[in-house]
């Protein structure tokens, strides 16, 4: 990240002061950003490190749907409510809260990005939870039974 201009601090903390500076960076800068950050991420979890959940979720929400916005022309007003409520909904399992954040993120800008951002949520929660049952059934399907 650092080698394409990024601060090597985006990747390693939270993410809540590295958002702003997110949104607008080239396609390959953001790519970097959110791959290196899922990855931290997945460690942290993976070792049991008990930092924030909220706030890297966010911060990858965002940075994908910030590719989208400059890949595809999107509002970036609704991509920031989007990835903020599906990143939000999906590490939390709260979807309303989510949604509440994210309208409360962007109601300056325009409240016409909370649907959107509903659904993101919806999506997001739904995907999480299934993901969660796969996982458990996965896992009782290898271990033994104890009888």
């Known amino acids: 990240a650092s080698l394409l201009g990024a601060d090597p601090l985006d990747v390693l903390f939270a993410g809540q002061t590295s958002i702003a500076p997110l949104l607008g960076a080239p396609v390959a800068l953001a790519l970097v950003l959110v ?4 990855v931290a991420y997945l ?3 993976g070792c049991g490190f008990r930092g924030g959940l909220i706030f890297p979720a966010i911060f990858l929400g965002v ?5 989208a916005v400059q890949t ?3 509002s970036p007003t609704a991509a920031v409510a989007i990835g903020t ?6 590490m939390s399992r709260t979807p309303v809260s989510s ?4 309208g409360l993120l962007v109601v300056g800008a325009g409240l016409d990005a909370i649907p959107v951002a509903a659904i993101a949520a919806v999506s997001a929660w739904l995907t999480a939870v299934a993901l969660d049952g796969a996982i458990a059934r ?3 399907q290898r271990t033994p039974a104890h009888s």
Request: overall charge negative.
């Open 35 to 38: 791959l290196a950050k899922a």
């Open 43 to 45: 460690v942290s979890l």
């Open 63 to 67: 940075g994908v749907a910030d590719i």
């Open 72 to 74: 595809i022309g999107m």
């Open 85 to 90: 409520a599906a990143g939000m909904a999906a």
């Open 99 to 102: 949604v509440l954040f994210a």
């Open 138 to 140: 996965a896992f009782d």
